[in-house]
C-alpha cells in the first residue's frame, strides 16, 4: 500500500486527488495538509473531499512537519501556491518522504531550492507544471517542431479560468523553455510578456506569451508559428482535471522507485519519448 500525504487537501486539485485515490487498491490517504491554522482543522479530508469518511483529518501546515513524522507517508503530493510549495518541499525530503509537486508559478530561485532538497536529501521526485499525458506529448511535439519552423514568429496563448492565481501558467512557461531550448535562444532574452504601448516591431527572435483569465476554462494553451502566408496552431485544451489528476495518480505509483537525489519527469513517469 502506498501511503499519500496530500497538501492543498481542500483545493480543486488536492480534493479531486483525494476523491481518486479512495477509488485505488494500492494508495491510501495518510495525511491531509491545508493553509497553516486552517479552519479546516480537525474536518475528516474524506468528507471534505466529497470522498465518504476516510478517518484522516485535515492539519494546518503548522503541523506539517510531526504530521509526516507520525503518518510516515511514501509520497507527498502539493499542489498549492508557490511559495507554500517552496516550504513543504523543504519539509518532506528533509523528513525523506518522496515528492509529487503540481504547483505552478516558481521563480527561478525557488525552483533551484526545491532541486537542491531533492538531490541533499536522496528523495524521488516529480515536479511537472502538467500531469496530463496529452500535455507531455504536446511538449514532446513543439520540441520536434520548432527547429523545422526556425523562421516563422511563435506566439504563446494560455487560457485558464479566473481564480487562477499566478501568470503566465506553468504549462505555458514549460512550453516556451522547450521551443527556446530547441532553437538554442536564450530564454532571458527572447521571451515577451504580453504587449501594450509603442513596443515596437516584432523581432524575428522573440517569443510571445500572452495569458487569459475568464470563466471555468480549465486549461488551454496554444502555440501559434506564423509564416509569411500560412501558419501552423498547436493546441491542447483540458476538458477537466480529471486528465491532470491520472497523471498525478501515475507519478504516485512511479515515485517511490524512481531514481533518488533526481527530479524526474512525467516523460519519465509516463514513458514518452
Ligand atoms: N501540474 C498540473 O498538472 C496542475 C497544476 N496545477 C497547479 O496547482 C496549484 C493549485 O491549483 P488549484 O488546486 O486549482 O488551486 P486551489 O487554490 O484550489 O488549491 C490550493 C490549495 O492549497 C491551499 N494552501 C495554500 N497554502 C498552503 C499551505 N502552506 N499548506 C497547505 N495548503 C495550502 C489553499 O488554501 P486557501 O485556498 O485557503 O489559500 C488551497 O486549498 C496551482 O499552482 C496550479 O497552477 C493545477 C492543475 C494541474
Ligand atoms: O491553475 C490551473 O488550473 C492549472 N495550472 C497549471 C499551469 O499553470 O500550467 C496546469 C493546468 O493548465 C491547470
Known amino acids: 500500500m502506498i501511503k499519500v500525504a496530500v497538501t492543498g487537501a481542500a483545493g480543486r486539485m488536492g480534493s479531486g486527488i ?21 479552519p479546516l482543522a480537525g474536518k475528516d479530508a474524506g468528507v471534505q473531499a466529497g470522498a465518504g ?30 511559495p507554500a510549495a517552496v516550504e513543504t518541499i523543504k519539509t518532506a525530503t528533509a523528513c525523506g518522504v518522496n515528492i509529487v509537486v503540481g504547483t505552478t508559478g516558481f521563480t527561478e530561485e525557488q525552483m ?9 536529501n536522496k528523495v524521488g521526485a516529480v515536479i511537472s507544471s502538467n500531469m496530463a499525458i496529452g500535455v507531455n506529448v504536446f511538449f514532446n511535439t513543439l520540441k520536434k517542431l520548432a527547429p523545422l519552423l526556425y523562421d516563422f514568429d511563435i506566439e504563446i496563448i494560455e487560457a485558464h479560468h479566473n ?6 501558467s506553468g504549462t505555458a512557461m514549460t512550453a516556451f523553455e522547450v521551443i527556446a531550448e530547441s532553437l538554442g535562444r ?24 500572452h495569458a487569459i483569465r475568464g470563466g471555468d476554462i480549465v486549461g488551454d ?17 483540458a476538458h477537466t482535471r480529471e486528465v491532470f ?20 519527469s512525467m516523460n519519465d513517469v509516463l514513458g514518452l519519448e
Do not use: C, W
Not at 221 to 237: A, N, P
Open 18 to 38: 483525494i476523491r481518486k485515490i479512495t477509488e485505488q487498491e494500492d494508495m491510501e490517504v495518510v495525511a491531509a495538509i491545508e493553509i497553516p491554522n486552517s
Open 53 to 82: 469518511e476516510l478517518g484522516v483529518e485535515i492539519v494546518g501546515s503548522e503541523k506539517l512537519e510531526e504530521t509526516l513524522k507520525a503518518t510516515k507517508p511514501d509520497v507527498l503530493v502539493d499542489f498549492t501556491i508557490a
Open 112 to 120: 533551484a531550492s526545491n532541486i537542491k532538497n531533492v538531490e541533499d
Open 163 to 168: 481564480q487562477k492565481k499566478d501568470a503566465p
Open 186 to 209: 536564450d530564454p532571458e532574452e527572447v521571451g515577451v510578456y504580453g504587449r501594450q504601448g509603442m513596443v515596437g516591431k516584432r523581432t524575428p527572435e522573440e517569443i510571445g506569451i
Open 221 to 237: 494553451h496554444t502555440v501559434l508559428f506564423v509564416g509569411d502566408g500560412e501558419r501552423i496552431e498547436v493546441k491542447h485544451q
Open 245 to 264: 489528476i491520472a497523471g498525478v495518480i501515475r507519478a504516485i505509483r512511479y515515485v517511490p522507485t524512481a531514481e533518488k537525489g533526481v527530479v524526474s
